[in-house]
């Protein structure tokens, strides 16, 4: 488990200063950074690119790397809104559309490592999957149902995942959430507990 972690929530490929601050940090012993498919439209990764460029790989080994996807915004956005389809998009805002289906994880992992200009990463997590719930709140659609129905879509997910583990293209997964510390009789509340049986027995299979 890393020490010292760097997030990159509006890090910038376009200002010399972040691409530095991230230099920087891996040179002081940071030896996590957090990212994700929509910071900056994709360049929060491109910018760690461009930070590891000029460093010796005994520098930067050490680190790990954890990007997370979910997101539709910004040119995802666009390709989407232009013709481009992937299942199950949960249409939240007019800005604002989320996707945890495989194909959408497939396609925003290897957009990822083309950024990042890497093999591998780390740890690749699900991005806020409580969208689904929050959108269904907003339609005033049944919260236990609509907790069934994202629990499935989840362990459809993780199953993709565990695939991406086996071909190498990550080394470990999860979800990144904003829910799991409201209280439990919130209605926007992620039961951490269902998760995690779903992961083990995703896992086992």
Partial sequence: ?????FGTYRISDRNPEHIQAIKTAVEEGVDLIDTSTNYMDGGAERAIA???QPMPTTAIEHVEIVSKFGYIQGSTLQRIQEGEHFPEIVKYADHIYHCISPEFMQDQLTRSLDRLNMDS??????HNPEYFILDAMNHDLDRN??????FERIEKAFTALEKEVQKGR???YGI???SFAKESNDLEFLPYEDLVTIA???AKE
């Fill in 170 to 172: 990550i080394r470990s």
């Fill in 50 to 52: 461009l930070a590891f």
């Fill in 145 to 150: 149902e609509t907790l069934d129905r994202m």
């Fill in 200 to 202: 083990k027995r995703v």
């Fill in 176 to 178: 990144s959430s904003n």
């Fill in 121 to 126: 990463l780390g740890c690749y997590l699900i």
């Fill in 1 to 5: 488990m890393a020490k010292i972690g």
